[in-house]
């Protein structure tokens, strides 16, 4: 029979593209697109949607038996940005949600669960270059914090209950179809919009600021490869470490402007450039290379191009890149 997919926060960046993905390979009806609203229409109108709050353990589970779902991609969450301004809320939906999801599972109600963590678990304490899959980890956010507890509670039910969990140390996701979520690497999507409609960005970030990078279809695609890898092969029940590109706005306002010769850049740091000062350059994945066959396929040259395109073609532009 085939897996049938719940998506919880499917309207969010990464959501919505996952659930097009997924719905592509185990159909339309088979793939639960759920978030807290109805504000995402595409969304909406393209298949199965329900609205669940991923505080609410019935909600979930009420919607997990309605549709005989398998698998859950809990993606709801609130980012390192916004969960600095709401710390409390941003430790009870990240903990609360996955904790629900973990149960599920654990009551064998689901048979699988991903869950996205991210290099926030990283702190300044952490070796900031090639950061290994093990290694020091103090995060100074809240939404590193609580990514950091999720995982040694991901690796705890697995231990202890035998719970199916799978988990990816994102970077900062790159795409263009839908707005991020509030994270201290959107930057490096705004800087692209701004591009096209005023040739010129005013970055909260320092010039010099390297952070790891991956663009959307390669997040999607390592979500839907792990996901599919062979339990017994898999040796890291936390998160794995998982990389493509690092580059910093200088570094990538270099790369717009081949396309883009007149454009321009300042920096004015705001409180972003301390929790982006806070996490690693960039990550040694070596792990999930070996264990799961990870192979990043887009390079910063390619992101820049596609991101110009795309966007250019949202805004109805005629140019092209
Ligand atoms: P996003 O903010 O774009 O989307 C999150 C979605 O969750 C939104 O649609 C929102 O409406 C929904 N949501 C919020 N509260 C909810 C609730 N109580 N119940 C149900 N839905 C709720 O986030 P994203 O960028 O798509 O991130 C998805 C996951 O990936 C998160 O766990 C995030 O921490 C992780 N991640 C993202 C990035 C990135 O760069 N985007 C990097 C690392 C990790």
């Given at each position: 029979m085939t897996e049938r997919i719940l998506i919880i926060g499917a309207a969010g960046q990464i959501g919505s593209e996952l659930c097009i993905e997924l719905r592509s390979l185990y159909g339309t009806e088979n793939v639960i697109a759920s978030d807290i609203n109805l504000l995402n229409e595409d969304l909406v109108k393209a298949g199965p949607f329900e609205i669940i709050d991923a505080k609410n353990f019935d909600q979930i589970k009420d919607c997990v038996e309605k549709h005989h779902i398998d698998t859950v991609y809990l993606l709801a969450a609130m980012l390192s940005a916004t969960a600095e301004r709401l710390p409390q809320q941003a430790w009870d939906l990240n903990i609360d949600s996955l904790f629900h999801v973990l149960n599920l599972a654990k009551d064998g109600i689901i048979k699988k669960v991903f869950w996205p963590s991210s290099i926030a678990v990283f702190g300044p304490s952490t070796p900031k270059i090639n950061t290994p899959q093990n290694s020091i980890m103090e995060p100074t956010t809240v939404y590193g914090i609580s990514k950091q507890a999720g995982e040694r509670w991901c690796e705890y039910y697995h231990k202890r209950y035998n719970v199916d969990v799978r988990s990816l140390r994102y970077p900062g996701i790159i795409s263009y179809k839908t707005s991020p979520g509030g994270g201290t690497t959107d930057y490096a999507i705004d800087i692209f919009h701004k591009a096209i409609s005023d040739n010129h960005y005013n970055c909260f970030?320092?010039?010099?600021c390297t952070l790891p990078m991956m663009y959307m279809d390669d997040a999607v695609a390592a979500a839907i490869q792990l996901m599919k890898a062979d339990g017994e092969k898999l040796r890291i029940r936390s998160s794995y470490n998982l990389s493509a590109v690092s580059f910093s706005p200088s570094q990538l306002a270099a790369v717009i402007s081949k396309h883009i010769p007149n454009f321009s850049i300042d920096y004015n740091p705001d409180f972003r450039q301390r929790i982006a000062e806070s996490w690693p350059d960039s990550i040694d994945d070596t792990v999930a290379r070996k264990d799961w066959g990870w192979q990043h396929a887009y390079d910063l040259e390619t992101i820049a191009t596609l991101m110009l395109n795309g966007i250019s073609k949202m805004y109805n532009n005629q140019q092209t890149f």
């Open positions: 970030l320092e010039a010099d």
